[in-house]
T-cell receptor
Framework: GAGVSQTPSNKVTEKGKYVELRCDPISGHTALYWYRQSLGQGPEFLIYFQGTGAADDSGLPNDRFFAVRPEGSVSTLKIQRTERGDSAVYLC???????????FGPGTRLLVL | GQQLNQSPQSMFIQEGEDVSMNCTSSSIFNTWLWYKQDPGEGPVLLIALYKAGELTSNGRLTAQFGITRKDSFLNISASIPSDVGIYFCAGTNQGGKLIFGQGTELSVKP
């Protein structure tokens, strides 16, 4: 079956621009997670959705970062006024429920010039 | 952000050798997980541990959940070239948020 998919796979943008990163979870999974992975580091939690609502957004670094999941399936991570420090791999994961195994997508590699 | 302390950072071993890596935390976790990440891919779950003291195997992999709930180790026996990759430990206390270690990069020489 299809796994978690993320688009685009790579994104290059200029400092100050706005970007949107998309995540398509595994069909039927109610929980969706976003993580950010810097080079040489483990993934860092950003936000967790249960259905349409954000159950935990404590990992969002500042108010330039925002994520939505309007219909409880696809999610979009939005970054405003990008900075060079935002360059990283943004990983999405989904699970059947909040306590279940998380399955990760391949990530979107964001480079801010 | 909060991360687990994982060691060693990297290992370069001969094919057929056994490998051991561990993870420690200043906080307790109710669940410990071990993931493997290949280049250009997301992490893939190898083993999940749900009970303090639990020892679990998955093929050549064996992992233990420390009795204090603040540590875990992963052993790989008889390593093969496809074991190459980055191994991450992760802990969680609630549905959702995983806290990851910094990773152990494993290289295997045929």
């Amino acid at each position: 079956g299809a796994g978690v998919s993320q688009t685009p796979s790579n994104k290059v943008t200029e400092k100050g621009k706005y970007v949107e990163l998309r995540c398509d979870p595994i069909s039927g999974h109610t929980a969706l997670y976003w993580y950010r992975q810097s080079l040489g580091q483990g993934p860092e939690f950003l936000i967790y959705f249960q259905g349409t609502g954000a159950a935990d957004d404590s990992g969002l670094p500042n108010d330039r970062f925002f994520a939505v999941r309007p219909e409880g399936s696809v999610s979009t991570l939005k970054i405003q006024r990008t900075e060079r420090g935002d360059s990283a791999v943004y990983l999405c994961a989904s699970s059947l429920g909040g306590e279940e195994t998380q399955y990760f997508g391949p990530g979107t590699r964001l480079l801010v010039l | 952000g909060q991360q687990l302390n994982q060691s060693p950072q990297s290992m370069f071993i001969q094919e057929g050798e056994d490998v051991s890596m561990n993870c420690t935390s200043s906080s307790i976790f109710n669940t410990w997980l071990w993931y493997k990440q290949d280049p250009g891919e997301g992490p893939v779950l190898l083993i999940a541990l749900y009970k303090a003291g639990e020892l679990t195997s998955n093929g050549r992999l064996t992992a233990q959940f420390g009795i204090t709930r603040k540590d875990s180790f992963l052993n790989i026996s008889a390593s093969i070239p496809s074991d190459v990759g980055i191994y991450f430990c992760a802990g969680t206390n609630q549905g959702g948020k995983l806290i990851f270690g910094q990773g152990t990069e494993l290289s295997v020489k045929p």
